[in-house]
């Protein structure tokens, strides 16, 4: 797949709100990830890079402004837009302040909307340079999860959206043993047990890929009645 679409990230709860905005969006051809939490927004910007990060400022747990907070912490240049259903002039500037680029107060226009997004892609593009990426390494491996490749032994692959997501998650938790549902839930989006074979077939793809011998796995390993672990071995 071509990964040349800015990627935004889009961080609302609101689920009717979330979706008309990623219909929007991707009727102007961008590509957009959506989050329902603080939380999750700072594991994924950990892993990947965005063009751009649209932000609500009320979420459950953590709110927008610590968010944005941690975020600059991490990406010092990504654009972020943030979105609040308050029009105190105070929580303008603490976003502001906190490390946002813009600050739109919902409801707002559609087309305006559309305008500070395009905007913010534009300067995005000119201010921020590619990244010098370190590759994330385990025995002979290397990944670039920015960049959606890997050197193996047997060469160099293009990983998919789906391997990446994988991957991303299994080094945040190395070591420990992640539930199948919990893979389907992050990887796929949903948590059915009917869709294990699903997975099951993803670990086998994923230890041809990086396994010396993929029927005795070293890194991907099943944890039986749970689920599988990563660990770099030794």
């Known amino acids: 797949m071509s990964n040349d679409k800015p990627h935004i990230l889009l961080v609302e709860d609101e689920i009717h709100l979330a979706r008309g905005i990623c219909f929007n969006l991707e009727l102007e051809n961008l590509r ?3 989050v329902e939490s603080g939380e999750e927004a700072l594991e994924r910007v950990k892993f990947e890079r965005f063009d751009l990060i649209i932000l609500d400022v009320m979420l ?4 927008g402004f610590v968010v944005c907070k941690k975020v600059r912490e991490l990406d010092a240049r ?3 837009l943030m979105l ?3 029009s105190d002039e105070r929580d303008r500037i603490a976003g502001l302040a906190g490390g946002a680029d813009d600050y739109l107060t919902k409801p707002f226009n559609l087309d305006e909307f559309l305008l500070r997004v395009k905007g913010m892609l534009r300067r995005s593009a000119w201010y921020r340079p590619d990244p010098i990426e370190e590759g994330y390494r385990f025995g002979e491996n290397q990944v670039y999860l920015l960049s959606y490749r ?3 032994p047997q060469g160099e692959i293009d990983l998919t959206d789906l391997e990446v997501k994988m991957l991303s998650l299994f080094f945040q938790k190395e070591g420990e043993a992640i539930p199948r549902k919990v893979l389907l839930e992050n990887v796929w989006g949903y948590a059915s047990d009917a869709e294990t074979r699903t997975l099951d077939n993803f670990i086998v793809r994923l230890r041809k890929y990086f396994e010396p011998d993929p029927a005795k796995p070293v ?3 099943t944890v039986r009645g749970v689920g599988y672990r990563f660990s770099r071995g030794v």
């Open 32 to 34: 957009v990830s959506h």
């Open 60 to 63: 459950p747990g953590i709110d």
């Open 78 to 80: 990504v654009p972020v």
């Open 84 to 86: 609040t259903a308050r």
């Open 150 to 152: 890997a050197k193996t």
């Open 219 to 221: 890194y991907f390993q």
